[in-house]
């Protein structure tokens, strides 16, 4: 009976290993290109833009302007100088683990992707996020990361 135990432990475990093996690559990506951030980058102010290395541009855009948390928002991403197939919006937390939420836009026309996302609320009164925005492309996955700060309703959003 302690054999039978033990093949299944294992046959679990290797099951497991094989699993976590096949979901690594959709949680952390491998990126050909990473656009440098912008600390002067404020999406509440309006559209962010964001120039390649080697060539290219995406510009990023949430509304509303305030991104309000548990909330719709619309996510628009616009690309030039590279043949965009699809674009997703990677969210996470800067400083804490907030979970697997990545956004698929759809295509509006060529170099043109909107859809519709959302942020999930933190016990912190204030959150700073990473947004990645994810081109698939020809040349590989390309990434522009844009940071914002979400707050809880009543809450002022504190000065940088």
Not at 58 to 64: H, K, Q
Not at 99 to 120: A, T, V
Request: aromatic residues 6%.
């Amino acid at each position: 009976m302690n054999k039978l135990w033990i093949a299944v432990m294992l046959l679990f475990l290797l099951l497991a290993a094989v699993a976590v093996y096949k979901v690594m690559p959709l949680l952390n990506p491998e990126v050909a290109r990473v656009a440098p951030l912008d600390p002067a980058c404020d999406l509440r102010a309006g559209p962010c833009s964001s120039d390649l290395p080697g060539g290219g541009r995406v510009t990023f855009a949430i509304s509303p302007a305030e991104i309000p948390v548990v909330k719709p928002l619309t996510l628009d991403v616009k690309v030039e100088g590279i043949p965009a197939d699809s674009v997703e919006i990677d969210f996470q937390g800067v400083d804490m683990n907030m979970g697997f939420n990545r956004p698929r836009l759809s295509r509006l026309s060529q170099g043109h992707f909107s859809g519709p996302g959302m942020i999930p609320v933190c016990v912190r009164d204030a959150m700073e996020w990473e947004a990645r925005v994810l081109v698939a492309s020809d040349d590989g996955l390309i990434a522009a990361p844009y940071r914002f700060i979400t707050v809880k309703p009543g809450v002022e959003l504190p000065t940088r």
